[in-house]
Nanobody
Framework: QVQLVESGGGSVQAGGSLRLSCRAS????????MAWFRQAPGKAREGVAG???????SYADSAKGRFTISKDNAKNTLYLQMNSLKPEDTSMYYC??????????????????WGQGTQVTVYS
């Protein structure tokens, strides 16, 4: 079955960086549009960044200029490089896969497979 396993979360001081990874099994990420989402306690889930099969990317306004989504098809792994982190970035971060290519970049309802999440905490 398809599994997405995130890693790389942790606690970091404001202004610091983290790199999240999402390793996929049971599917090939080159055939999936993928994205990163986050959800903080008491808040709605929000899309952070998405990447299409052809490598084109899109970012939420909150992530533009600070976060970079990328993938390594050979390693079947999705990444999210997060720089200049802010306390408001504190959240559980999830990767997701669509099981097809194309469509909206990070509309949650479009994604079929989800990881278990990795916690990111940014302290001031």
């Amino acid at each position: 079955q398809v599994q997405l396993v995130e890693s790389g979360g942790g606690s970091v001081q404001a202004g610091g960086s983290l790199r999240l990874s999402c390793r996929a099994s049971g599917t090939t990420i080159s055939r999936n549009s993928m994205a990163w989402f986050r959800q903080a306690p008491g808040k709605a889930r929000e899309g952070v960044a998405g990447i299409q099969c052809d490598g084109s990317t899109s970012y939420a306004d909150s992530a533009k200029g600070r976060f970079t989504i990328s993938k390594d098809n050979a390693k079947n792994t999705l990444y999210l490089q997060m720089n200049s982190l802010k306390p408001e970035d504190t959240s559980m971060y999830y990767c997701a896969a669509k099981f097809y290519c194309g469509g909206r970049y990070f509309e949650g309802a479009d994604f079929r497979y989800w990881g278990q999440g990795t916690q990111v905490t940014v302290y001031s």
